[in-house]
């Protein structure tokens, strides 16, 4: 289509908004719900054009003016896509808006009470129940007063214009205007046989009366057989399903977790604490000094071990206080410094802030052991001695020292 524009086969009339238009839709760029719709509109008043002469190949004129401007605004290729797309939408809008009808009077109410048959056909529907009756708009807050006793679920209330006395031709207009709307009507009872000609008349193919209701069973009265586990809950019930499930598994998780902690306390008061012999060698506190490797010197391995360089890092770690207090000696320091490197072992690592969050909140027991020897606990948690805090330096290791000959 632009090559024959480009040539001056568009025809007079075609303007240079049409030429935009034409290289957007020929560019294959996402194009706004105006021109779809505008697109919609043209290929179905232009259908026509493919019947005149110059319109295919091979004929005089071609290509005509009109076969142009169809291939201007997408060709048969365009109708088609347009089409498809208008038939996807329509059909998600009728699922979103599948409803039922029935009148009131006569209908769903009979004799004082609700017409159950008519509700249990309309329960086992797939639909809104819309409620469209011939009452007037000055009756309302009775009647629906009168639905909510008799215990009816409904989504709309539809009463005719106070001084309207035709109810038939009101409820065929309400449906004329549903189905405008795009809702899909999937079926009405009515009593009134003027009303049901109306309703039909309108466009709604199921009407009934409602002594000549299809047999149905209504989830109610499966419910009351005993076969609602035969009845697939709807998205809110698996969700609400869910929820409970998930709250239940908490619980229970959290009942474990304070049973395994009494267990756990139960256990350390009457079994001793091992004897763990020394086997890690005595850190100063002013100077550390231990092996490394060095990662840029890491080189593949052959066999484990070899080629592999050494060195040694010495630090001087001045976040350590040692206090002595009337009761009795405290300690004070950094157990770990955030965005720092930390003291080398096979690797170098950094630690984050929040790297102790969770831990800290547990109900573990931390202690603090001299030289690691579990035989000299100078501070627990649990005891009230030992006290970890993060802030926003690091890990703060408070400790009430006790009286011993270690070190």
């Not at 690797?347 to 831990?359: K, M, Q, T, V, Y």
């Amino acid at each position: 289509a632009l090559k024959w524009i480009s040539e001056g086969k568009a025809g007079s009339g075609f303007t240079d908004v049409g030429r935009r238009r034409a290289s957007q839709l020929a560019s294959g760029v996402a194009v706004s719900a105006d021109v779809v719709n505008r697109m919609i509109s043209y290929f179905a008043r232009h259908e026509v054009d493919k019947q005149a002469t110059g319109f295919n190949a091979g004929e005089d004129g071609f290509p005509s003016a009109g076969r142009v401007a169809w291939d201007a605004w997408g060709g048969d290729a365009g109708q088609s896509w347009v089409n498809g797309l208008n038939n996807q939408v329509a059909s998600v809008r009728a699922i979103k808006g599948a409803i039922g009808i029935s009148d009131f009077d006569d209908t769903l109410f009979v004799s004082g009470g609700l017409n159950q048959r008519v509700y249990d056909f309309i329960d086992s529907q797939d639909v809104d129940l819309v409620v469209v009756t011939g009452r007037h708009e000055a009756d309302r807050e009775a009647t629906v007063a009168l639905l909510d006793k008799l215990g009816v679920e409904y989504t709309d209330l539809v009463m005719q214009p106070d001084g309207m006395q035709d109810s038939a031709s009101f409820k065929g207009e309400v449906a004329s205007k549903f189905l405008a709307d795009g809702l899909d009507v999937i079926f009405v009872v009515e009593n009134n046989a003027e009303a049901r000609k109306a309703y039909r008349d309108a466009g709604v193919e199921a009407v009934y009366s409602p002594d000549d209701l299809p047999a149905t069973v209504s989830v109610r009265q499966m419910e009351d057989a005993g076969m609602s586990e035969d009845v697939p809950l709807t998205k809110d019930e698996l969700l609400s399903k869910v929820e409970e499930l998930k709250s239940s598994v908490l619980e229970l998780v959290g009942e474990l977790v304070e049973t395994v902690s009494d267990l756990s306390d139960l256990v350390e008061n009457v079994v001793p604490e091992p004897v763990v012999e020394d086997v890690v060698p005595q850190v100063d506190l002013e100077v550390d000094a231990v092996r490394f490797v060095e990662p840029v010197k890491v080189a593949e391995l052959h066999e484990r071990g070899e080629r592999v360089e050494q060195g040694i890092e010495r630090r001087e770690l001045h976040n350590l206080e040692l206090r002595v207090e009337g009761d009795g000696m405290t300690l004070r320091g950094y157990a770990a410094v955030f965005n720092s490197a930390s003291q080398p072992l096979p690797f170098i690592e950094r630690i984050e802030p929040g790297a102790f969050r969770d831990s800290l909140k547990s109900r573990n027991d931390v202690k603090l052991l001299w030289n690691h020897d579990t035989s000299i606990v100078l501070g627990s948690t649990r005891a009230g001695t030992l006290k970890l805090t993060e802030d926003e330096r690091g890990l703060l290791v408070e400790a009430s020292l006790p009286d011993t000959q270690a070190g």
